[in-house]
T-cell receptor, first 115, second 114 residues
Framework: AQTVTQSQPEMSVQEAETVTLSCTYD???????LFWYKQPPSRQMILVIR??????QNATENRFSVNFQKAAKSFSLKISDSQLGDTAMYFC????????????FGEGTQLTVNP | DGGITQSPKYLFRKEGQNVTLSCEQN?????MYWYRQDPGQGLRLIYY???????QKGDIAEGYSVSREKKESFPLTVTSAQKNPTAFYLC?????????????FGSGTRLTVV
């Protein structure tokens, strides 16, 4: 079975600082895709960043970047220059090629950015 | 604008009643999904459909039913057999038969049993 673990239920950071959210996953497959989703208080799920497992280069989207360690099965999200609007629940997720179209999600990390 | 519309936003159900949650998309996506969200448990897959007139059970399908008669629509019925239906329900869609580019989500329906 494919699993995703987010070990930090809650985190907080001061505005303008950097924070890293952790995610580990378990799969025996070699070809898969990883994602971070953001769910703000509106509860609308928003795709933050995507990583292809066969690419060694870490994905980056503006202030958001990942540290993808394939051997360790780790996929952490770094948020630089944190803003109040980054306050949200963050979910790590992945899909494997043989799962059809299923995404498996972690339990989520509630991030609060303090002024 | 293309997107996914879930309705209603809030729904109240009396014990013993069936209720249906609506999900409509105009993205021309082939695959559609229903997830349930509970505090501390992330998103759990209820049902998914990769083509019209076909659907598969997810991890927590008991007490739920779906239909996929049209590409645009994937309604979820929460039956009286679902023992703990109070939750936030999310509908999503994806192109083709994979999730390699992730999902597009609706804005959700909050179901409460009264």
């Amino acid at each position: 079975a494919q699993t995703v673990t987010q070990s930090q239920p809650e985190m907080s950071v001061q505005e303008a600082e950097t924070v890293t959210l952790s995610c580990t996953y378990d799969t025996s497959e070699s070809n898969y895709y990883l994602f971070w989703y953001k769910q703000p208080p509106s509860r609308q799920m928003i795709l933050v960043i995507r990583q292809e497992a066969y690419k060694q280069q870490n994905a980056t989207e503006n202030r958001f970047s990942v540290n993808f360690q394939k051997a360790a099965k780790s996929f952490s999200l770094k948020i630089s220059d944190s803003q109040l609007g980054d306050t949200a629940m963050y979910f790590c997720a992945f899909t494997i090629q043989t799962s059809g179209s299923r995404l498996t999600f972690g339990e989520g990390t509630q991030l609060t950015v303090n002024p | 604008d293309g997107g996914i519309t879930q309705s209603p936003k809030y729904l109240f159900r009396k014990e013993g009643q069936n209720v249906t949650l609506s999900c409509e998309q105009n993205l021309n996506h082939d695959a559609m999904y229903w997830y349930r969200q509970d505090p501390g448990q992330g998103l759990r897959l209820i049902y998914y459909s990769q083509i019209v007139n076909d659907f598969q059970k997810g991890d927590i399908a008991e007490g739920y039913s779906v239909s996929r008669e049209k590409k645009e629509s994937f309604p979820l019925t929460v039956t009286s057999a679902q023992k703990n239906p109070t939750a936030f329900y999310l509908c999503a869609s994806s192109t083709s038969g994979t999730a390699n580019y992730g999902y597009t989500f609706g804005s959700g329906t909050r179901l409460t049993v009264v």
